[in-house]
């Protein structure tokens, strides 16, 4: 199994619409969890992090926890073609140096 | 602010030959760091991190190797390139403490083994 799973997509989406991208994880002690973009060929960026269960929001992207369920979500509102790229959950465990990530869901969104 | 460089951005190499990759940080002391590959097409595979001068934990068994030999400087070396070692290397860091949840990026090496 692997340690951290998110559907390759793509997911395709039309401009302004909600694009919802999903993410699980197999150990139940990660404590740390975050989202990345990486545009095609470039280095990934942090988007998000979440830390406890529940909600965050940050502008078009609100994250979503649920520990029990060991799943977190990216949620984009509004979306925008600029926002086409691939998005990368990545995990990390209670006191470990390590950040795993998924293999990531690319996102495309129609003008 | 800190500031992550990576070099060289490109490189094509032939079999069997050697490798160097350097990532150095600006802006902070004590950094973690880190060296992922990602294949075409798939996610980031962690190689090696480093949490002090000389301290290097490595993920993957490999004929790569890292090397930290100052404060804020990464190598990622080969002595003998495999066509499986084509990909992008990207270098990363994070601080220590309550900053090492966050890791930032180089903008990564891309290296073609013919």
């Known amino acids: 199994q692997k340690e951290v799973e998110q559907n390759s997509g793509p997911l395709s989406v039309p401009e302004g619409a909600i694009a919802s991208l999903n993410c699980t994880y197999s150990d139940r002690g990660s404590q740390s969890f975050f989202w990345y973009r990486q545009y095609s060929g470039k280095s990934p960026e942090l988007i998000m992090s979440?830390?406890?269960?529940g909600d965050k929001e940050d502008g078009r992207f609100t994250a979503q926890l649920n520990k029990a369920s060991q799943y977190v979500s990216l949620l984009i509102r509004d979306s925008q073609p600029s926002d086409s790229a691939t998005y990368l959950c990545a995990v990390r465990g209670i006191g470990s140096y390590k950040l795993i990530f998924g293999s990531g869901t690319r996102l495309l969104v129609r003008p | 602010s800190q500031t992550i460089h990576q070099w060289p951005a490109t490189l094509v190499q032939p079999v069997g030959s050697p490798l160097s990759l350097e990532c150095t940080v600006e802006g902070t002391s004590n950094p973690n760091l880190y060296w992922y590959r990602q294949a075409a097409g798939r996610g980031l595979q962690l190689l090696f991190y480093?949490?002090?001068?000389?301290?290097i934990s490595s993920e993957v068994p490999q004929n790569l190797s890292a090397s930290r030999p100052q404060d804020r400087q990464f190598i990622l070396s080969s002595k003998k390139l495999l066509l499986s070692d084509s990909g992008f290397y990207l270098c990363?860091?994070?601080?220590?403490?309550?900053?090492?949840?966050?890791?930032?990026f180089g903008a990564g090496s891309r290296l073609t083994v013919l």
């Open positions: 480093s949490v002090g001068i000389g301290q």
């Open positions: 990363a860091w994070s601080g220590t403490g309550s900053g090492a949840n966050v890791l930032t």
């Open positions: 979440i830390y406890s269960n």
